[in-house]
């Protein structure tokens, strides 16, 4: 084997090592940028929109998609140039970050539904309220002014 094919296959071991690193940080950042546990199940708020708006704001997944892209480019790039020896856990991973930023992603929007509805229901709901005062009060005057008529 001459010297220059032992150097390109050194060089190539160690680009491929550092691809695989690559994905593997990418993939950490990835994990880190997603919001905690905590963050989604604890929130602090006077009512109701104020949770759904905290709620909201932690289900922010943050620079989780730019992580993933990264990560996903470098196993692509590493993939096609067959440089993984053993990448299975790898795309497992990928897969698993990936659809639990889409699932955050999903309640998020969930989230955001509730959050432009619930103000437009309690204001159907006052309005209903006021006019079911407002019948009763006529009511009232109608069995009054009945009362008034009888006497």
Known sequence: MSQTSLDD?????????EMRSDVEASLAEARDALPEADAVWDVDAD?????????????DVGDAEDHLR??????????RADAFE?????A???????ELVADV????EQVGDLTATIP????????FEADEDADA???ADADADAEEAEA
């Open 9 to 17: 296959d050194e060089l190539f071991g160690e680009a491929a090592n």
């Open 70 to 79: 990264d990560a996903k480019k470098w196993y692509t790039m590493g993939e």
């Open 120 to 127: 437009q229901l309690r204001s159907t709901l006052e309005e």
């Open 86 to 90: 053993d990448a299975d856990d790898l």
């Open 137 to 139: 009060d006529t009511d």
């Open 92 to 98: 497992e991973e990928i897969e698993t970050v990936e």
């Open 105 to 108: 992603e999903a309640a998020r």
């Open 47 to 59: 009512n109701t929109l104020g949770v759904l708006n905290a709620l909201k704001g932690a289900l």
